[in-house]
């Protein structure tokens, strides 16, 4: 068994402390791959609300066909310690929406190869609601234009020396409405957005 030490940023709790907290794929991945490591960061995580997206839920489950091996992942991802969000369509619709203006943003500022549809939708997830955060070991497919790193986790593999690390990324409104604002100008048109509705 890979033993693994965790490695947090400084406040990291008062960071987390009452924020929905959204868990990116490759970070469940590890929780769920790892008991020592998920026990060693519940307590930090704990104070804020672990959420799952359906759409990483989704992510997560896809691939796996052995029966045993699927159980085990779905009792994981739908224990009680997380939480799924809303996911009505009225919800899904202003997520979407967020998610193609995310892209258009992203490909004005440089950003032409190929960020995910399901990391869209996440990142418009995270548009809808202000007390969001997540937490992603693909920091490169939430960029800095729109996002903000508050604090980082690291796990160190102590078998090889290997460190993996998840940045906790928060999206900033005012980063989003200068890049919209840019965005439009080349468009000249303006976009109807759905911000914290």
Request: hydrophobic content about 40%.
């Amino acid at each position: 068994m890979e033993q693994r030490e965790v490695f947090v940023s400084d406040g990291i709790r008062s960071v987390l402390k009452g924020r929905y907290i959204y868990l990116d794929n490759d970070f469940l991945g590890v929780l769920y791959g790892n008991k020592e490591t998920f026990s060693g960061l519940f307590p930090i995580l704990s104070v804020g609300v672990l959420m799952i997206d359906p759409f990483t839920k989704f992510e997560f489950l896809r691939d796996i066909f052995l029966p045993n091996e699927r159980v085990y992942m779905e009792n994981f991802v739908d224990s009680s310690i997380f939480t799924e969000p809303p996911n009505h369509n009225d919800v899904f619709q202003k997520i979407q929406i967020n998610g193609m203006i995310l892209s258009r943003i992203y490909s004005h500022q440089g950003r032409k190869n190929g960020i995910s549809t399901v990391d869209l939708l996440l990142a418009g997830r995270l548009m809808y609601n202000n007390n969001t955060l997540l937490i992603t070991g693909n920091k490169k497919d939430f960029p800095s234009c729109v996002f903000n790193i508050l604090g980082v986790i690291n796990i160190e593999n102590k078998n090889n020396g290997s460190l993996q690390s998840f940045s906790i990324l928060e999206f900033d409104v005012e980063k989003f409405n200068v890049c919209n604002g840019e965005l439009n100008k080349v468009l000249n048109k303006k976009e109807t957005v759905t911000l914290n509705d």
